[in-house]
C-alpha cells in the first residue's frame, strides 16, 4: 500500500488547522488522496503537499481560494505557470502597498518630532523651512468651518488617489492663494511624488513659513487681513502630536514667506 500522511500529520507539518483541510476538500481544491471506507480517516500523498503549498501562497496572497479552481483541469492538473504569474501580480501589487504604508508612517513620524520641538519652544508662533510639497486638490467653495462639506470633499479626494494610484501622507487642509486680487482656495491631500499628469495634481512652493497652531480655523480671517502682501500663499492643515488628544484637533496655519524668507 502506498504511504500517506494522516491528517494531522498534514496539519502539524505545514501549520495549517484540521478544520481548514477539511474545507480545502469540500472546496474540491484539495481532496485526500485516500479515505479509510471503515473509519473515514483522511490521509494525504507526498505529492499533495505541493498543492497545499500552492493553496497557502493563494491565502498569502488574498487570492480567493475558490479561485483556484480556474487554474484546474478537468483531470485535476494544476496550472503552475499561470497561478505564479498571478501570483507575482497579486504580491507586486501588496509589497507596493506596505511601501506605500511605509512612506506614509515616515511622514507621520517626520512631523510628529517637528510638532514636539515646536512645543518644547513654547513660543505661539514661529518660523521653519518647509521642503516643496505635491499635492492633488480640488476647489473649495465652502465656508472653512463647514465640517461635513470638509469630508465630503476630502472623501473625493482619497477615491480620486485611489483611482490614480498615488500614494496619499496622512496630511490635508485647505490652500487659500491670491495673487493679482484674485483669490481661490483648495482642498488638498499632500501625496508622494509623482510623474502622473492630472489637473487637480501641482506643488506647493518650498522655502520659509510663519506658522501658527490653533484648535480652531483662521484661513478666512487671515486671508482677508488687509495687512498681507497682494501675493499670498497660506496653507492649513493637520497638526499632529506624539500623543495626540482624543477630543481635540489641531491646525498649522503657515503663510508663505519666499525661499529668502521674505528678506
Partial sequence: MKEYLTIGEVSKMKGVGIKSLRYYDRLGILKPAYINPDTGYRY???EQML????????LGLDIPLKQMQEYMDEEGHLDMKGLLKDGRKKAEEKAKRIQDTLFQIDGLERRIRGAEEIRN?????????????MVIALPWNHPSTDDKAYMSE??????????????????????????G?????????????TDVKDPGIFSL????????????????EKAETKNQPEDLLIVETDFYFGKQPKDRYFLEL????GKDGGK
Avoid at 476630502?154 to 495673487?179: A, D, N, P, W
Avoid at 520659509?208 to 490653533?214: F, I, K, P, Q, W
Avoid at 503657515?254 to 514667506?257: A, F, G, P
Fill in 51 to 58: 498543492m497545499l503549498d500552492m493553496i497557502l501562497l493563494c
Fill in 154 to 179: 476630502v472623501t473625493k479626494l482619497y477615491s480620486l488617489s485611489q483611482k490614480l494610484e498615488l500614494t496619499v501622507f496622512y496630511q490635508q487642509g485647505i490652500i487659500h492663494h491670491r495673487k
Fill in 44 to 46: 494525504y500523498s507526498i
Fill in 205 to 220: 512652493p518650498e522655502g520659509t513659513y510663519e506658522c501658527s497652531v490653533s484648535e480652531d480655523t483662521r484661513i478666512d
Fill in 181 to 193: 486680487g484674485e483669490a481661490k482656495s483648495y482642498i488638498f491631500l499632500e501625496i508622494q511624488q
Fill in 121 to 133: 519652544k513654547g513660543s505661539d508662533s514661529y518660523s521653519k523651512y518647509i521642503g516643496e510639497r
Fill in 254 to 257: 503657515q503663510i508663505y514667506k
